[in-house]
């Protein structure tokens, strides 16, 4: 396996990790370490297999071909509007929820380092001004702050598993979330679960771009996506077990989303000062990481929308259209950080369900010939129907 095809992987996987890890036990806490298995490797699966779809439409259209481009020859304009508005809305909600969770932290920071208890709707605006003005320095500045602080995440959360391990108890694994389960909110708990679990497997945006950098190799392209889905797996699972099995199930849901106090409650676990700041440290650069390339993206795609200039006028009349609206939601749900995750996940299954089985339809009926995911059309109905569930999910939790 050579160097451009591990660094494909590592953008795949690096894609789909981030701030939705720290999400991932505030939203299945009172499901119990079974169900939630589950539920990751169902999400997996449809994600796994939405890839490869949209793996297909991209070969079938034309290596090199955007997202934009692609919905347009299959879907014609009014596809492009859907797909468009999806992608605004996802990286809108992204955005709200990464300024919610950053600013919960910033609270904690605080706190920990100056004895200052910060107001939570001061914390979302400092947090929006500081780490939201990268935005406006364009993809190279980003792209270099990116490799390294993902770099520095990956092994930090290496780290923080190894550290918090042996601190694991399987009573505690097992038996948590069972309460909560037989009280009859059972419904309600997966309804809450489902759309963060499958938001935090999104790495669908990137797949257009390996095509070209992969020239095309669909072999090549199916191994990349496949290896490249189950790292962000096996890291969740992991993840899981560390904060499940060493605070329960029961603990983590009384933080009503918290992500600070799911921050602050793993310290307090941690038996030393150094795995302390190792867990704090993680945890920021997760959602930095994150915070990082949905802005960058977010404002590129308001800059090309808006025709903006790249004037500092023009760029700030950008960043203003890019941050005011998920500022306004954050500064509405200061707490909303795994709320505010599951609103983008209705977008999300847009983006990577039904535009890609519309598409897939369209170009099956012409029998074009090429690489084409097994299933047929009883895994297109199928993998419909689930994403189905998931909007329902999300709009069961609104109600």
């Known amino acids: 396996m050579n160097l451009k095809i591990l660094g494909s992987i590592a953008i795949v996987a690096g894609t789909a990790i981030g701030a939705g890890m720290l999400a991932l036990p505030l939203a299945t806490a009172a499901l119990g370490v079974i169900p939630t298995v589950l539920l990751l490797l169902v999400i997996w699966g449809v994600s796994a297999y939405t890839s490869l779809l949209m793996l297909e439409i991209n070969l ?9 481009v692609i919905t347009g020859k299959t879907l014609g304009k009014t596809g492009q509007l859907i797909q ?24 904690l920071k605080a706190q920990a380092f100056f004895d200052v208890v910060l107001d939570k709707q001061l914390a979302v605006l400092l947090f929006t001004v500081f780490l939201g003005g990268f935005a406006a320095f ?12 993902f770099s520095l995440m990956v092994a930090l959360l290496i780290l923080v598993v190894m550290f918090l391990l042996p601190d694991v108890e399987m009573g505690t694994l097992v038996s948590g979330g069972a309460s909560l389960m037989s009280t009859g909110a059972g419904m309600d708990v997966w309804m809450a679960a489902i759309p963060v679990v499958f938001t935090s497997f999104g790495f669908h ?14 072999k090549t392209l199916r191994k990349v996506l496949l290896i490249g889905s189950t790292l962000p797996l096996v890291c969740y699972f992991l993840w899981l077990t560390v ?17 600070g106090a799911l921050v602050s409650a793993l310290q307090a676990v941690a038996e030393s000062e150094l795995v302390s700041k190792c867990i704090g440290l993680f945890a920021d650069l997760a959602l930095i990481t994150s915070f990082l390339g949905v802005t960058m993206s977010l404002f590129d795609f308001v800059a ?11 760029r700030l009349q950008t960043w203003l259209i890019t941050f005011v ?28 369900i039904f535009l890609p089985i519309a598409m897939a339809l369209g170009q099956r009926k012409q029998q074009q010939g090429g690489y084409e995911v097994s299933g047929g059309t009883f895994a297109l109905m199928l993998t419909g129907l689930v994403g189905l569930m998931i909007v329902l999910a999300q709009l069961w939790v609104a109600m």
């Open 205 to 218: 945006v990137c797949i257009a771009t390996l095509v070209g950098y992969l020239e095309g190799e669909a």
């Open 304 to 314: 090309e929308l808006t025709r903006a200039k790249s004037n500092v006028l023009g």
């Open 325 to 352: 609206p998920p500022l306004l939601c954050a500064l509405y749900y200061p707490d909303g950080f795994v709320k505010v995750l599951g609103f983008a996940a209705i977008p999300l299954v847009f983006m990577i």
């Open 84 to 107: 468009g508005a999806s992608f605004l809305s996802l990286l809108f909600a992204l955005t709200a929820a990464y300024l919610t969770g950053g600013s919960s932290l910033l609270v």
């Open 60 to 68: 079938k259209s034309g290596v090199g071909d955007n997202v934009h």
């Open 138 to 149: 364009g993809v190279a500045w980003i792209d270099k702050a990116s490799r390294l602080l």
């Open 243 to 259: 904060t499940l099995g060493t605070l329960g199930g029961e603990t983590i849901n009384g933080f009503n989303g918290s992500l």
